[in-house]
Structure formats: C-alpha cells, structure tokens
C-alpha cells in the first residue's frame, strides 16, 4: 500500500507498526540494525530531528521505501543542473 506522509511524525508509527507486524523487538531490531536502541524509539515516535543515513538505514532493514513524487520540471531543472556540473568537471 502506498501511503502519502505530508508531515515527519506520520513516518514513526509506520515504522513501528512494520516491525511489530514483522515480530521483532524494539531492542533486537535496533541491534541488527545498527543503530541505538533509543535513536529507533525516537523515529517510531515521530522524532522532529533524526540522521537521515540511519533513519534510511532503518526504513531500509524493514523493507520499507521512500518514494517521491517530483513535479515533471522540478526533475527537468535537476538533470539540467546535474549536467552543468558534470561539464564543469
């Protein structure tokens, strides 16, 4: 199911429900992920201020996937830009 989040505490509960519904442990899940026990707690809470690297690697562990959905000239002005640079190098 594709799920719309329009604000960063609607992420948490998704997470957390994901790995309820897998069986795992709030503790053994941070283990394996490599993160704190308490960093996993603050993005099942919704945290206002987590590391996105491990808050991906989180997602990432869970089978979960951030999409996002990029106005078609947003993306064109992106693969501009990434081509300027490109020809600067």
Do not use: C, Y
Not at 7 to 33: F, N, W, Y
Not at 43 to 60: I, S
Request: glycine residues 8%; negative net charge; without cysteine.
């Amino acid at each position: 199911m594709k799920v719309t989040l329009r604000h960063s505490d609607e992420l948490g509960p998704l997470v957390r429900a994901t790995r309820k519904h897998q069986g795992m442990r709030q503790d053994d899940t941070a283990e394996s992920i490599g993160v704190s026990e308490n960093f996993l707690a603050k993005v099942e809470r919704g945290g206002g201020t987590v590391q996105w690297e491990k808050l991906f690697q989180v997602l990432t562990e869970l089978g979960l996937r951030v999409e996002i959905d990029v106005p078609d000239a947003a993306w064109a002005q992106l693969q501009t830009q990434e081509k300027k640079r490109e020809a600067q190098s």
